[in-house]
């Protein structure tokens, strides 16, 4: 039997149809569904309030949309990331922000968390890529499962924090497990450990996996 290809869909259409649908994102002019789980809610859900803390406690000019897509102007793709922290002063040059919540420049944002779910390949890989193009100062993949290749989170896999810098134009990687205290150059005086994020969705401890 002969499978036909997807049928494609460009980025403007994708924003018209799916805009208000979190189920979807588009990469390539594919579309690629999300089924997140409960636990990966509360991890999601965990991660932003967290971050809102820090805003508030500095009185950063910065929010966390409950909904918002990225535009990537030179592909047919547009993300939605669990998590996203945009800086609102760069809202201004933001030319479809008033019409709706989308994103198209790496100005505006200043950190982007994913939680890792069963595509993780496009978290490590595809959107590490894209984001650190789009100029995303940080990029957290919040792994807590444990799921990434061995490439990524090592030989003995476990729940993971990769936090992701932007040095120049490439990110500078730092992994984070068990007790280790978060690092981040956006909330620098963040008080977070690894574990406190990773268990957020109650799983169990996964530890020695090969």
Known sequence: MVQSAPKLIDVNEFITQYGDNNNYEL???ELIEIEPTGPHEQVSSFTSR???VEIDRHNLP????HRCLIKLLATST???PDVIVLDQTQLINEPLWQQEPVITSGKSIKLI???VSTNWQNDYARKVEDYALLGVPEYWIIDYLGLGGREYIGKTKQPTITICKLIEDE???QLFQDDAQ???SIFTNLQLTAKQVLSAGGSVNIVGRV
């Not at 910065?62 to 949309?65: D, E, R």
């Open 50 to 52: 967290k971050l809102n």
């Open 113 to 115: 968390a994913e939680v």
């Open 171 to 173: 990110y500078q990687k």
């Open 62 to 65: 910065y929010f966390t949309p």
């Open 27 to 29: 990469i390539d002019g």
């Open 182 to 184: 978060l690092v981040s």
């Open 78 to 80: 547009a993300f939605r």
